[in-house]
């Protein structure tokens, strides 16, 4: 099999505060090789954005970060700041969860979208605008000739996650990690921009790591999964693994809680209880309080490990749940 593009192995990131040690991605482990997607999935505070954030360098000040991460093979905490900065601008391309933190309003977008480009492809002047409305083209902005000179503040919501997009793809990143990147935006959007991740994927053979709450999104374009829980990873398969077998009663809760075509918002299942607070942890499994399965005493008082149950199919936890599964959505 080829080198995979990122490899993160027993990363962990954690905060002191006066309330204590919070430990918010704690042992996670995955790797994702050329023109593959990993989708990470989990409840809001289950530590998917930092995980990402810390795998490429992001963490926000004050996170103390362990573990060992390889961009192309190479360990990205033995670099320098700088070189360390290269290598990102270089071969990821990052869609953050919020998209106006990627946009300086007082500058014109087509600049924005290129500006990444230019710096590591040497374009300049008319080359760069016209990749720019290239790019602008590519991810669905209607009349791009005349948009490359618009600001910022004369785009709709759902268009400027588009030019985030778009700045993202610039120099056909060899990773692509987006974070909640369709979330806000409307159903035709999402799939158009989809279809264009997936073009760039076979185009390029770009690997893709695809946070999203969306499981049904997830069906469609992920070839594995990685569901997290309390900074941990509570399952990790391929999406057959996870939608045919799903070994973990929170990934059955989760799978449950999907909205079904056809099914009234009221009659849909949800999860009761809430997720723990990080520095708060339960002492045993993350997710004893609320498991509608739990066990013994050892559920509340030891944790799991995670143990693989067939090949590239791991689960963290005692009780295995007989499941039959649930047919996968049509992508
Ligand atoms: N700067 C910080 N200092 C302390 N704790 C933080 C900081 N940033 C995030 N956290 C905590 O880290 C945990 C994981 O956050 P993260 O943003 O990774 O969650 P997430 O899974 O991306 O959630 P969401 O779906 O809401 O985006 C949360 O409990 C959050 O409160
Ligand atoms: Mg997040």
């Known amino acids: 099999m080829s080198e995979p593009v990122l490899s993160i192995e027993n990363l962990s990131v954690s905060f002191s505060s006066r309330r204590g040690v919070a ?69 990821v391309g990052f869609v953050y969860q919020d998209p106006m933190t990627s946009l300086n309003p007082v500058m014109p977008v087509g600049r924005q979208v290129t500006e990444a480009s230019e710096e590591h492809l040497g374009l300049r002047g008319d080359d760069a605008r016209s990749r720019a409305v290239e790019l602008l083209d590519m991810v669905g902005i209607p009349s791009p000739e005349q948009r490359v000179d618009n600001y910022p503040h004369q785009f709709s919501g759902g268009m400027r996650q588009r030019v985030v997009i778009a700045m993202a793809l610039a120099n056909d990143p060899e990773l692509l990690i987006a974070d909640e990147a369709t979330t806000a935006l409307d159903v035709t959007t999402q799939a158009q921009i989809l279809e264009l991740v997936e073009s760039l994927q076979e185009r390029l053979g770009t690997a893709v790591v695809w946070i999203t709450h969306d499981l049904g999104v997830v069906a469609g374009i992920a070839d594995q999964v990685a569901v997290m829980y309390g900074g941990r990873i509570l399952e990790h398969g391929t999406v057959d693994h996870i939608f045919g077998s799903p070994g973990h009663p929170y990934t059955q809760a989760l799978l449950a809680a999907r909205p079904q075509p056809g099914v009234r918002a009221d009659r849909l299942a949800t999860i009761p209880g809430a997720p723990p607070v990080p520095h708060q942890l339960p002492p045993g ?39 039959s599964g649930i047919e996968r959505p049509a992508s």
């Not at 505070?45 to 990402?52: D, E, I, L, N, P």
């Not at 490990?305 to 007989?322: D, K, N, Q, W």
């Open 23 to 91: 430990r918010v991605v704690d042992g996670v482990d995955w790797e994702v090789h050329p023109g593959q997607t990993l989708a990470v999935v989990g409840e809001s505070g289950s530590g998917k954005s930092m995980t990402v954030l810390a795998a490429t360098g992001l963490s926000p000040r004050g996170a103390k970060v362990g573990g060992t991460v390889r961009l192309r093979g190479e360990d990205l905490g033995a670099m320098s700041e700088v070189e360390r900065r290269r290598a990102r601008g270089r071969h």
């Open 285 to 323: 499994c993350a997710f004893y309080p609320r498991c509608p399965v739990r066990g013994d005493e050892r559920c509340r008082t030891e944790e799991p490990p995670l143990t693989e149950i067939a090949p590239g199919h791991r689960v963290r936890t005692f009780y295995r749940a007989p499941h």
